[in-house]
């Protein structure tokens, strides 16, 4: 039952750091729901681009033309 306690403990008290660090990710996070919703959705938006940015560069945003069309 000890050994259960030594690892329990550490791990609740990394698990509520990852999210006290995810919930004030953007910066300024509040208790008004549609103001965190707009930085979600910024954050959203960048990793979306952030996404397409990355397809671009390796071409993956266009078909291979390595692969033949049947």
Not at 14 to 35: E, M, P, V
Request: proline content about 4%; some cysteine; glycine content about 4%.
């Amino acid at each position: 039952m000890h050994i259960k306690q030594k690892i329990f403990l550490p791990t609740l008290i990394s698990s509520i750091l990852c999210a006290a660090a995810l919930w004030s990710l953007t910066g300024c996070f509040t208790t008004d729901k549609y103001h965190n919703k707009k930085h979600i959705d910024t954050i959203k938006k960048d990793i979306g681009s952030m996404h397409k940015d990355i397809d671009r560069v390796l071409g993956l945003d266009e078909p291979s033309p390595l692969v033949e069309e049947q």
